[in-house]
């Protein structure tokens, strides 16, 4: 792994636990057995970490969707929508710690004065949007979902999972409890009867 990888990973968690405020570069330096320098040489301050540790994890989610949707196919509408669920889901799972990073409140206050860190955000919402739309349009037409206004059923669906995907985070309900109950609310949300 290169030290600039390695300090990634280490903000990364650094951030995730303790938050952008309680961070700093001397725990990054030390985690990763590196001189401060070393840091400063890849990242000029700590928010340009932070934007590039948001980067890594925006790159990962989009890049992991765009694999599982170039193998996978889903015979209805309905069952893609159930697919795009599971697989957030799991994403969840496997990158907790970038999962907490997107759900921070610095995050979204960052995002409202920095034009790069609301790219990376509404870049992650805006790929999941776009194919929960993309599955609802595909089960209008194969007539497993019911009529209604794609953008709002995919902001709907999202809001409902990414809202228990938060409880995971802060560690207030575990979100795989609830995995058959939520897909078979949004299933019923969407079924076409």
């Known amino acids: 792994m290169t030290k600039k990888r390695a300090i990634l990973k280490a903000a990364t968690l650094l951030f995730a636990t303790k938050g952008y405020n309680d961070t700093s570069m001397n725990e990054v330096a030390r985690m990763t057995a590196s001189a401060s320098a070393t840091i400063f040489y890849h990242f000029k301050n700590k928010e340009e970490l932070y934007l590039a540790v948001l980067e890594n994890v925006k790159d990962r ?25 599971d697989f957030y889901l ?16 610095y995050t979204y206050r960052l995002a409202q004065e920095n034009p790069v860190c609301r790219r990376h955000l509404e870049a992650v919402y805006d790929v ?14 194969d007539g497993s979902i019911v009529e209604t206004p794609p953008r709002k059923g995919a902001l709907i669906v999202l809001s409902t999972v990414d809202s228990v995907v938060r409880f995971n985070t802060y560690n207030l309900f575990d979100a795989g409890a609830l995995y058959d ?11 076409s009867r």
């Open 90 to 105: 799991y994403m969840a799972g496997i990158l907790e710690d970038g999962f907490q990073l997107l759900h921070h409140y």
């Open 181 to 191: 109950d939520l897909t078979k609310s949004c299933r019923r949300m969407l079924e």
């Open 61 to 85: 989610i989009l890049g992991d969707f765009s694999a599982y949707f170039s193998r996978k196919h889903f015979k209805t509408g309905l069952d893609m929508v159930e697919g795009i669920i």
């Open 128 to 141: 999941l949007v776009s194919l929960l739309e993309e599955a609802i349009r595909k089960g209008q037409q």
